[in-house]
Every structure is written in structure tokens, then in C-alpha cells.
């Protein structure tokens, strides 16, 4: 598993398994026992946007 929290309140560039690339600001982390999804979460700013991103979802993260 990805440790999805140390990249909470981070700048990332985050590469989903669909081969979108997105770029923004980690705002918050949400762990897979806060989610409906019971999966791990991470809520990211993309261009002003906030969208949330699960872990199945991500291919690989790095701090930029």
C-alpha cells in the first residue's frame, strides 16, 4: 500500500492507472475507515478544484 499520508499537505503530481497525470495540493488525507469507500483517500486542489483520489485509482504520487 502507498502511504498516501505523508504526502497530506504536499504539492504532488499523481499519476491515476487511466494515464491521467494530475498536478495540486494535497489538502487532506482520509483514511479508509473515515470513507464509505473504506479505502484510503487523499482530497487534492487541482486548479482551484477539489477532487478526491482513492488509492485503487493511483498508479504512483510524487512530491514536486
Do not use: H, Q
Amino acid at each position: 500500500a502507498m502511504k498516501l499520508w505523508d504526502f497530506n499537505r504536499t504539492d504532488v503530481v499523481i499519476t491515476l492507472k487511466n494515464g491521467v497525470i494530475v498536478r495540486g495540493f494535497v489538502e487532506d488525507y482520509c483514511d479508509a475507515f473515515d470513507n464509505a469507500e473504506e479505502m484510503d483517500s487523499l482530497l487534492v486542489d487541482v486548479d482551484g478544484t477539489p477532487r478526491e483520489y482513492f488509492e485503487d485509482e493511483i498508479l504512483s504520487i510524487t512530491e514536486v
